[in-house]
């Protein structure tokens, strides 16, 4: 970047008589003049990242978050964006926070939230807007706007970091001296096409359940859309069915990791037969009918064609997920809670098939290649990650097992194939590791140990080259579904247990001496690596 074209933003400052960075040490009131200073400079000549400030004001401090300078603005031609600036106390690093869905939804909204936690920490936060307006399941924007999916697809993240550093740098008058991504779902795939495509952007990369492919995440709901749903959308599996389905998973594999909490140590292994559960002449109730057997047998199969074959390596919701699978069923009103975000998915990002398009209309042996023009916008499967290895960078990601939104296989198996690109185990995880969480739904919560530091373990791989060789993760009693992707640590609540997370293909099991709830009383094992989702080529 060009810091002498960042000048004019610092005229009020110098007037302040205030020395060229020192903002971070300035009197409350230097520093809130400063911060309005910003909203007056010229930041067009940003290489690569022509930027317009709109508006900078200072923020006081509340119980989450210090005070901050707020600074609005956009990249041409349409990713706005705000970023949070310490008034005080910043720690010297830059953070971008990811977005969630179709995002959009950043600027003067709770989804700014994202920067609490990092805000907390010292560091300068940024959130883009991904380069349009909408909410989080809204996808009309992208409608016949070649434009708007490349942002959506890479550019915005790229250039909301290299204005984010810019304007950092103009503030506090010195360079970041490291940069880091978090976020997860969409935020995931941010961070996974940074490190894929934009190599120097961040010294550390957190992807959580990435959506690795937008076209094969787009075809799991449909798919489970059409499952679920009757002709006359009334759902296949009511609530009751899918906790029955649930509790007989867990008969067959909740002691698969040597202990009985509820959790599933790695769905993989598995062996459950849904037709175990139809009803029969002398069975009529707690059981399933045809219909019921064979939608839960699709879902776990998940998207394929006409003669079976499997329309994408993302595979389907996993064993241990079932109490999930409710936002494909269809309500009173007709629609089922996800639909709105898979039909627009579909419909305006992965396609232009416009909004007379229904999930009812997709056809297994025609349409899914129909995707692939689009899906080179979004695509963050790419498994070549030598230029972020050898720029240093570090890239840590994770999953949780139960997801139902975000398959999981679609992110071993990334994971997997870039071992094999990158000349195997222990190259790779010099600098890339994957951290599977049991019993985990999508990013955070449900019946296993979701709440984890990564960021605490990313700044110290980055910083200090100790990498993360089990991570700790408590579950933490409450109600912790939200739409923060990025968590305050400790989260509130009474932590029920621990559990260490190892990397990827390690697992964890039970030692079987000491307290079952503390993570000391449980050692890490050899999982079964190699099998991602081409090991679910049939139906459980």
Same mark, same amino acid.
């Given at each position: ?70 600074? #609005? ?60 307006? !909408? ?90 859309? #059409? ?13 009751? @069915?899918?906790?029955?389905?649930? @509790? ?211 700044? @110290? ?76 080529? !049939?139906?459980?």
């Amino acid at each position: 970047m060009r810091l002498q074209s960042l000048a004019p933003a610092w005229t009020a400052a110098t007037a302040l008589m205030l020395p060229l960075g020192a903002v971070a040490d300035a009197a409350p009131n230097d520093a809130e003049q400063a911060c309005t200073a910003l909203a007056s400079g010229e930041y067009a000549e940003i290489t690569d990242a022509p930027t317009h400030v709109t508006a900078s004001r200072a923020v006081s401090a509340t119980d989450s978050r210090p005070a901050f300078c707020q600074v #609005q603005g956009y990249v041409a031609p349409n990713t706005g964006f705000e970023l949070r600036l310490p008034l005080a106390g910043w720690n010297g690093k830059f953070f971008h926070a990811g977005c969630t869905g179709s995002c959009g939804f950043a600027i003067d909204s709770p989804w700014v939230r994202e920067c609490d936690y990092p805000l907390s920490r010292g560091y300068a936060c940024i959130v883009s807007d991904m380069g349009h307006r !909408s909410g989080p399941s809204d996808g009309l924007w992208a409608w016949n706007n070649l434009e708007a999916k490349l942002d959506f697809g890479f550019r915005a993240t790229h250039r909301a970091t290299v204005a984010g550093k810019a304007l950092t740098e103009a503030f506090y008058g010195r360079v970041p001296a490291r940069s880091y991504f978090m976020g997860c779902s969409t935020g995931g795939r941010q961070g996974l096409v940074a490190a894929q495509r934009f190599p120097d952007d961040f010294d550390g990369v957190i992807a959580g359940a990435p959506v690795v492919t937008e076209a094969a995440t787009a075809m799991n709901f449909i798919w489970n859309l #059409q499952v679920s749903a009757t002709p006359e959308r009334r759902p296949v599996l009511d609530r009751r @069915a899918l906790e029955l389905v649930h @509790a007989a998973v867990l008969a067959a594999a909740d002691d698969d990791d040597g202990v009985t909490d509820g959790v599933i140590g790695d769905p993989r292994r598995v062996r459950f037969d849904p037709g175990s559960l139809q009803c029969t002449a002398t069975r009529t109730n707690d059981c399933l009918s045809p219909a019921q057997v064979d939608a839960v047998r699709r879902i776990y199969a998940g998207p394929r064609t006409s003669s079976g074959r499997l329309v994408s390596f993302a595979g389907a919701p996993l064993p241990g997920s079932e109490l999930g699978w409710g936002i494909f069923s269809p309500g009173a009103n007709g629609r089922a809670p996800s639909e709105r975000s898979g039909v627009d998915t579909t419909r305006y990002i992965t396609s232009d098939w416009g909004p007379r398009w229904s999930y009812r209309d997709f056809d297994w042996d025609r349409d899914p290649p129909r995707l692939a023009e689009r899906e080179v916008f979004y695509s963050a499967n790419h498994p070549d990650l030598r230029a972020f290895e050898a720029r240093g960078g570090k890239l840590l990601v994770y999953h949780g097992w139960a997801d139902p939104i975000v398959t999981p296989l679609g992110t071993v198996d990334y994971y997997e194939t870039a071992e094999r690109t990158m000349g195997g185990r222990e190259r790779t995880q010099a600098f890339f590791r994957l951290f599977m969480v049991p019993g985990m739904k999508h990013c955070f919560a449900g019946p296993g140990p979701f709440a984890i530091d990564y960021l605490a373990a990313l700044e @110290a791989w980055v910083e200090q080259g100790t990498a993360p060789e089990t991570l700790i993760g408590a579950h933490v009693a409450g109600d912790h579904d939200g739409p923060s992707m990025i968590r305050r640590l400790p989260v509130d609540g009474a932590v029920k247990f621990t559990r260490p997370i190892p990397p990827y293909p390690q697992t964890y099991r039970y030692s079987g001496r000491g307290d079952a709830t503390s993570a000391a009383s449980f050692r890490t094992v050899d999982g079964p690596a190699g099998r991602g989702s081409r090991a679910v080529e !049939s139906p459980p």
